[in-house]
């Protein structure tokens, strides 16, 4: 290797730095594509640790873009997906990013699963005007235009199932996760839920994702004799947790309520007997009862292989699905796939209704107002007992206002 | 009272696992000087085995872990050792090399057979009240299965002529040649037990946790800590490390919490290779198994 004299790196840093202003001006200039299609990318693992989550999301999206194009397309064009598959990897992330943006030219990347990955490509894709639709349940708080979220925050699933354990279960709270950012948000959010409600917030345990014994936490929990536990646990090894607490007879002793518990598929690795009883609260169940729902199951199922062969949906695979409508839906409002036409259709508090219901953006946060339903595990699968209609997606309101500061774009986190 | 007594079982069953864990990579690192990277993935396979045995064929849970899963296992790694790792004794960064591929190899087979999706078999044997506190009964089955197996290693080890036969020739291969041993077979046998026992570990840890195709990542860093602040008597080193470990892990993790106790466990293998450069039974218990 060369040394780098100062002359050499002046040189090459004036070449990329023109390299990017080039690259970054020609993601501003929409050149019109080959006339009779509509470009969009879909950015989900569906390969590595989190390909469980990525794979049902791709073939949502998809099974999205061939109704709309079944149904004679957008604005007289055809919709191309573009599926990268970004295998559970930050770089790949960032690389097929770029890529969307300054190579494909898309009209909108659906995309991200993790916060992690979504915090990779938000900037990306800002840098670089081309809108991101993030669709998966998170720990919410991102205030950004460009980033249009219909996944659920902590407000709209966190405090209805605290709630619904500080009514029926007692008032102690016990708290346990997976040790990176979203659980970590997440149990601050819930800490200030129960603080505020006369409740008492015993602990927030966060344990690495790769943690597999939990023997002395269940003891702590004993210990602690909360009037139900509250968790956010995440992945596979995790589940170990649900298995050893039914083992040491617990299930039945102290009440459990989640924010994650299903989005995994957990009662379906789990037998009935180490998870009947646990409560939920999700945007969507393959369960609900809808029409509109059965329907959409039932489409989803033949599409791919028949209902012994498709993967169960919950509301982390069903979410690109609705996110891919609604942005289509937005184009034909707005009449251009134009980015900024698009985001001003969506920001008029527009709605759209789908498999889970009615969803409404919230112009000041670029979040869905949405149904959620409480769920209990009952024989391995999801019992749906109350639906809470249209809960604001108001978390960070107190700091967000996209309407007045359409600038921002920034994650606030719960201040307690 | 009661608190201490459920700690107290806490602490066995923390060292029951590094030292299940370490049984199988005691005999094929420890005595056959194999960095076996695979060694997460061979604990997995004894999982697998616990599961299509008991959910495809309804075979009884305690055959499917204690007889069917170190036997398959342990045929898997005579292969292995047939087709990869007879060829790199005595090199030990190649034997990194090649069982790091084995490893990436068997997690792609598993997924693609199985997908990557999570199993797992419900814990047996229901729970017991101690106090205020109640715990799974399996805990006490799984400390009781390690000394059993401990027990075992030692006995065919010392009093044995198998055992002496692995061991001299372990020790120096072309002196044992000399006395009619075939080194080559030795090894072969050996590393079959050692992955045997591997699978042993496995399927006996599959009731307390979930399987799948990538679970082998939680278990080796850990296998790998404890068996090398062992040292070079690898069976009482493993032994001693998971007592120390097991210790300092669940009382810090009880105490504060399991990051904590994460942690802790490393500082103290750090302080002690500091202390033991070549493990705990390079200094202390020298002449034992």
Partial sequence: MGSITRRKFLATSAASAAAITAAGLMGNVRIARADDEIVIASLFDQSGGLDVYGTPMTMCATLAVEEINAAGGLLGKKIRLISYDPQSNMELYAQYAQEAALKEKVAVVQGAITSASREVIRPILGENKTMLWYSVIYEGGVCDMNNVVSGATPLQMGDPVVEYGMKNYGKKVYYIGADYNAPQIIGDWGKKYVTEHGGEWLAKNLFPLDVTEFGPEISKIQAAKPDFLYTCLVGGAHISFYRQWAAAGMLSKIPMVSFTFGVGNEHKSLKPEECDGIVSAQPYFQELETPANKAFVKRFQDRFGGPDKAPYLNSVGSGSYIGTWFWAEAVKKAGTIEREAVLKALASGMSWEGPSGKLTIDPASMHCTQDVHLAKVEGGSWKVFQTINQLRPDDVKDRCDLTKNPETAEQFTPQI | ?289
């Fill in chain 2, 1 to 289: 009272m009661d608190l201490v007594g459920i700690q107290i079982i806490q602490v066995l069953s923390g060292i029951a696992t590094l030292a299940l864990m370490g049984a199988g990579l005691a005999v094929i690192f420890g005595m056959m000087r194999v960095i076996n990277f695979a060694h997460g993935e061979f604990m997995m396979l004894g999982g697998y085995v616990v599961i299509v045995c008991t959910e495809q064929f309804g075979i009884n849970l305690w055959v499917a872990m204690l007889i069917i899963a170190p036997i398959l296992v342990g045929l898997i790694g005579l292969v292995f050792e047939r087709i990869l790792i007879r060829f790199l004794y005595g090199r030990m960064i190649d034997t990194l090399i090649a069982t790091w591929g084995l490893s990436l190899f068997l997690i792609g087979v598993i997924t693609w057979i199985f997908g990557n999706v999570t199993r797992g078999v419900q814990t047996p044997l229901g729970s017991y009240s101690f106090g205020d506190y109640s715990e799974k009964t399996y805990t006490l089955v799984m400390i009781a299965f390690t000394v059993v197996i401990y027990l075992a290693i030692f006995v065919v080890l010392r009093r044995t002529k198998l055992g002496l036969i692995a061991r001299g020739t372990m020790q120096n291969p072309s002196q044992a040649s000399c006395l009619g041993v075939s080194p080559p077979r030795v090894y072969m046998v050996t590393f079959a037990i050692g992955a045997a026992l591997t699978g042993l570990a496995g399927a006996i840890l599959a009731p307390l946790n979930t399987v799948i195709p990538t679970i082998g990542v939680s278990y080796v860093a850990q296998a790998f800590i404890t068996v090398i602040t062992g040292g070079a008597a690898a069976f009482t080193g493993t032994v001693l490390a998971s007592g120390v470990f097991g210790a300092v892990r669940q009382i810090i993790s009880f105490q504060w919490t399991p990051i904590l106790g994460q942690v802790f466990l490393l500082i103290t293998a750090v302080i002690l290779l500091r202390i033991f450069p070549t493990g705990i039974t390079g200094r202390y218990f020298r002449r034992s198994t």
